[in-house]
């Protein structure tokens, strides 16, 4: 035997480990003839050669690359700062829904208007009425266009981000506050030793997934006028006629968010494997 198995654990060991070789080919077979399937279909369609030329042209795509590679470094900075923004501002409002107490009724009320507003509005709309209503205010110390875009993701995900941080605080048993609370901790104390901890690991998969559809959402802010990577290739649109820079932003994106779905999906096994063991 070796390192102390008998032969029939030995033989399923071997049996698994076939099981998986053969479901490996038979994904990677499977894989191969969709893919082979899919493009004698898409470039045997009647108008395959129009649809080449317009979207997936290599001479525009190579210059309008680095114009729109410039705009993505704005869109991976809005992304930065927005969902700093947005967890900071969610983590606030979320915390406010939980108080206790007929004195912070108010509040609780407005933190409940806060996300029932913003989840309910549309993105879009809430981009023009940042970016072109407000400065016609005139006031002064207006932030720029930019600013204020990001301000519309901000205030729009945390309604989002704050409902998912109250799920993760309320799943929290409330034997454990009473716990902290008789070891003498305070509510402060209690919420950012024993609760938040525990809700943020829990809630971590859904925070990550709607990080991830903010990384897509920072696109809209093109329709305010900062030159980001999809105003970019809207420029160059315009210039040739041809849509093949929508594509070259479209690929630059995907790179984008591949690492942070990669991670989100890393997180939701993990937890799902914590929960089951």
Known sequence: ???????????????????????VLVAAVSTVVLGVLLVVVVTGAPGWERVRESFLDPAVARDAFPDVLRGLWLNIRLLFFCALGALTLGLVIALLRTLRGPVFFPVR???????????GLPLIIVLYVMTLGLPGLRLQGMPSTLVLGGIALVITYSGYLAEVFRAGIESVHPSQLAAARSLGLTYRQTMRFVVLPQAVRRVAPPLLNDTVALQKDVGLVSLAGPIDAVRAAQIHTAETFNFT???????????????????????TLRAARRQSS
């Open 1 to 23: 035997m070796s390192g102390g198995l008998s032969p029939a654990q030995l033989d399923r060991i071997a049996y698994r480990r076939r099981q998986t070789l053969v479901s």
């Open 245 to 267: 820079p929508y594509i070259v932003a479209a690929l630059l994106f995907v790179l984008l968010a591949a690492p942070l779905i990669a991670v989100t999906d890393w997180v």
């Open 109 to 119: 009320a407005l933190a409940t208007g806060y996300t029932y507003t913003f989840r």
